[in-house]
């Protein structure tokens, strides 16, 4: 039984006269790792960064299509995209903490949500995403140091957990462990294995070995459209397609 | 492999001798280098010349010479004088007689008029007869009494005049000389610390010794406050909307080549449209710091727009990212992250700007703050805006362009003073910066 969290449907982007991404449907499910695979430029983070419409900063981007998320259109008017990102986090490619204490980096969200009552709660909720980011126990007695101070691999755990604070039911990660070592890599994917219990995560990567590790679906893109989207394990083994195969197997891409 | 590679390859010469094409960029290297220094010579050079050339000039502005005589007036002597029909005759003479003493008691004697002390002086009659009148109770009680020296005899301690350049006058006679040495050598006539030229306001163009910055100091204030007040929210509100908020268009464009082009325009321009804006259609009053702020505050708007704008966009676009990524509002966005992390580039932008308004002479030129001779101090804040007023580089200005040679040294003095603002303004920056300075 699959319980579809996000439904894209003919999904069109434009960078002013360049056609991103192109007739891109696809349904991304509940309590699955969803990776996005392709070559640079093949519009993964594009159509990333669509699902909680990051590219409304930009203002040159178009997007064009239905993107549901739990039956709702989050290109609707009535929608704020404000209150869409909180909905679906998002963790970047760099760590990016913001230049306060550890404390404050978590507490941040909750705080402009109005999450938490009282000092209290919001004590709670800052330990529960730091346990739920696989970094309480590294940072419990320094709360208060700089978040910037943390080697890069706390750093985006302390960025996910960040991300995790507000209660997102889906969380996207664009290359969450390009700046990471191995031992953090393994680190982060740990973490992102045991957060698809609550979320629907979606994670573009260019490393095929973290998306068959990681990911129970895979999307292939290439030149801006969708190739192939399937369970990983067909993807890696048995692709449909002929592009996918040379992709995966290093002759293209 | 390595060494059928090595075989192969062309012999070159050996690692320790260099060869003529690196010695070439060695030598091109060093050369670089050395115009470099010669570079930074040059303008350090320049720079220690034109510091020694204002303190030379400018310090015996703060000094000035002052007879200092202490003598009892007792209650006989004050009677007989304000018995007299002219009164401060009477107490001119009293004092010259009781200077005659001194120099007797130095063991001294030269004689003088009392036309001669009155050029030394002006007229010290009429100011002792103030203050025993004000203080009667310090009749028969030792008083000293510091009168500042005329312009001349300044400017004799101060080696602008000489016996051989005096030129006989009513101002001044060369044979003067003998009496000022004479009472030099008693200790009657000494050099002190001016206080009124820091404290002080300008005086009339025949009288250097008693001119001060003080008043145009306050001038200068009430201005700055005008233009950090104005320029500095508006500065920001307009970066941060054109940085932040403004779509890309051919509009916004045109804003931003504009404020480019206005930081270039000419002060002076500046001046004549708050001439026309200011005070001939608002109605504002003439020489008032308040009109001086508005021209400044225009002035300085482009430079700080800039600088502003500069830091906004140096926050690393990975920092919007993120606040937006966990639901942060736009403008949440901007007031909680970016802005903080932009505060010490703004800061410093805004009181560079403040220090460039502070130095200006142009546009104050022509809403009538320079020639305008500042003689009181203002009475009140909202007087302090409205009343005219000199400001610093005004007041520099206008001793620079009177005649008496005792002004000059005035002018180069209020240089000094100015420089001492401006200083502090940039080392104030410089500790901000340094104090809210954050790395990520």
Redesign the interface.
Known sequence: MTDVKIKAKDVQVYYGDNHAIKDVSVEIENNTVTAFIGPSGCGKSTFLRCL?R?ND?I??CRVEGTILIDGDDIYDKRVDP??L??KV????Q?P????KSIYDNIA??PR??GMARNKAELDEIVERALRRGAIWDEVKDRLNAPG?GLSGGQQQRL?IA??V??EPEVLLMDEPCSALDPIATAQVEELIDELRQNYAVVIVTHSMQQAARVSQKTAFFHLGNLVEYDDTSKIFTNPEDSRTESYITGRIG | MTDASMDSGPKKGSLTTVDARTKKRNAAEKRFKAYGIVAILIGMFFLVVLAASILRSGLPAFTQAEMKLEFVLSQEEFDAAEGQLLKTKAYEGIFISKLQDALTENGMSVAFDAAAIERLLGKPGSMIREYFRANPDKIGTSVTFSLPASSRVDGYFKGRVSRETVVDSRFFEAKDLDLVDALADAGIIVRNFNWNFITGSDSGVDNPSGAGIGVSVIGSLFMMLVVLVLSLPIGVAASIYLEEFA??NWFTDLIEVNISNLAAVPSIVFGILGLAVFIQFMHLPQSAPLVGGLVLTLMTLPTIIISTRASLKAV?P????????????KM?TVF??VLP?AAPGILTGTIIGLAQALGETAPLLLIGMVGFIARAYPEGVVSGFIDPNSAMPAQIYTWAARADAGFYEKAWGGIIILLVFLLTMNIIAIILRRRFE???
Not at chain 1, 89 to 92: D, I, L, Q, R, S
Not at chain 1, 96 to 99: A, G, S
Not at chain 2, 318 to 329: D, M, N, P, Q, W
Request: net charge positive; with cysteine.
């Open positions: 909680n990051m900063t203002d040159i404000v209150q990102r909180a986090g998002m963790v970047f760099k990016n903490p913001f230049p941040y969200g402009i949500h910037t960025c960040r991300a604070a507000t | 779509p890309q690393p990975s920092i919007r990212e993120a606040a937006l990524g966990v639901g942060a509002s949440q909680h992250h992390l954050r790395r990520w």
